[in-house]
């Protein structure tokens, strides 16, 4: 049988893996174990981001759950790797974000580029990238 450049596993330069977290689970039919860590991972974000959040919060708006879902994509492999996809590990990963208001006026921006902006603050909050990699205006919504 002849190999498919497409059915090539890839991986980004530092060896993580470039591809959805879940793969192998989906290919294996794990689906409970796919919807007990996407719920437990929507559960804490609704506890941590969306139920106290102002009304005109961009973490409440499209934007704002995307964003939170690139996250989730980002942080959901190693945590799988680790063995805990549980809702106290999702808390625990990501309450270091859960303080930044994304009603300042900073995030009031319907866009793909606001969606980035909100995206990368998660994550520096996260220390998934450093605070070096934001626009210093930015330096403010990051506690590390």
Do not use: C
Not at 41 to 58: K, Y
Not at 77 to 90: H, I, Q, R
Not at 92 to 117: E, M, Y
């Amino acid at each position: 049988m002849r190999a498919s450049f497409f059915s090539k596993g890839s991986s980004l330069p530092d060896g993580r893996p470039n591809g959805p977290p879940f793969r192998e689970l989906y290919r294996t039919g794990d689906d409970a174990l796919i919807y007990a860590a996407t719920r437990n991972f929507v559960n804490v974000a609704d506890e941590l981001f969306w139920r106290n959040a102002a009304p005109d919060s961009f973490i409440r708006k499209t934007v704002g759950v995307q964003a939170l879902f690139d996250v989730f994509r980002e942080i959901a492999g190693p945590m799988l790797k680790e063995g805990d996809l549980s809702a106290d590990a999702f808390r625990k990963r990501l309450s270091p974000a859960s303080w930044v208001d994304f009603a300042n006026v900073r995030f009031q921006i319907a866009s793909g580029s606001n969606r980035t902006v909100i995206r990368r603050i998660i994550r520096a909050n996260l220390e998934l990238i450093p605070v070096s990699e934001l626009p210093i205006d930015d330096h403010q919504f990051v506690r590390n």
